[in-house]
């Protein structure tokens, strides 16, 4: 493992910590796959689901996915939901994480935006369902311009109370990169909490728009988590990149668990149309990040099954019991449809 040395602008509070035998990782992650595989057939007639974050809430599962754009040979006229006309996020249920039922796409109130709810990022934050999704700004000729690009995606929070039907936080993004390292872009947001701060992952580009990686910033843990209440971290470089053959031009997706004092970031390596893979990299202080090892800890699976192509986007859910599971996208050919699946994850120390 290589640690990465970071050149991050407001770092000052976050210290560089000293990995020493008590604080090290643990020796090895296990998988238990379970019998899943979920696809929403409601857009165009075959399944299909990508981008997968659960919760448990009022005593069921909600996942949360992104869907395709609606086809509109299998609509009558005037059925065709509204804005539906592009990538968006739907909800389905479950009383066991192994069968799944599609509630419906996911309702949003407010906001100026296009293409809404996709890679949703949920979370109950003191007991209170926060969504962090990716959307295009839809700028308003009559109001203060935000600085934001409509050409970019960026970071919007939203709130609920069924986990269905959400409230956008303002009219403008909660967040958009402001370093000079990236195309300003902001995609697949992840949130936790170290200490009093609550932490935001995305994913970017570069300005060559060949290479992905991933930029950090907080809030105030507790004190609003809209627009003009995250501080960049990774101003001057990002802090983890693509450095291994596997993980080819791309790392995206990360999901952060943590583990007797140690976070764990689960992470996708290498765009979707070159196969992507997931890896671990773990942190002693939910910053800096290193690599736990230098392959894929769930590769995509073999030969004639249903993820021989991807085993990506992994999105991880803490029951309440505390037991930790993995949730991932998958397809069994290139251009084949996406379709999701879990595995339970045990940390052995």
Known sequence: ????????????????????????????????????????????????????TVIRHNGRYLMYYSIRNYDKKHFRKGDLPVKRNSWWG??????????????????IEGGRFTSAAVAPCVKKIDGKI???????????????DCGCTSKNAQIWHATSE???????????????PTNNWSIRRAIDAEVYRVGDRLMLMYATRDPSNKWQMLGMAWAKYGGGYGGGKWTEITIDAPFFRPD?????HCIEAPTVVEHNGIWYMFYAGAYNHERQQIGVAWSADGVHFTRYRNEPVFPHGAKGSWNEWESGHPGLFVDDDGQVYLFFQGKSTLKGDYSLSCAKVKFVD
């Open 90 to 107: 739907a909800v389905a249920e479950s009383t066991n994480l192994v069968n799944w039922t599609r509630i419906g796409d996911i309702e």
């Open 162 to 176: 069924d986990g269905i039907h959400f409230t956008c936080d303002g009219s403008v993004p909660a967040f958009a």
């Open 244 to 248: 291994l053959p596997w993980e080819m």
């Open 130 to 144: 926060h969504m962090f999704h990716q959307a295009h700004y839809q700028p308003d000729r009559n109001a203060k």
């Open 1 to 52: 493992m290589t640690v990465r040395s970071l050149v991050i602008g407001t770092l000052a509070a976050f210290s560089a910590t000293t990995i020493c035998a008590a604080n090290a990782p643990c020796r090895e992650i296990r998988f238990e796959p379970l019998p899943m595989k979920f696809g929403d057939s409601a857009q165009r007639g075959s399944p299909f689901a990508k981008d997968p």
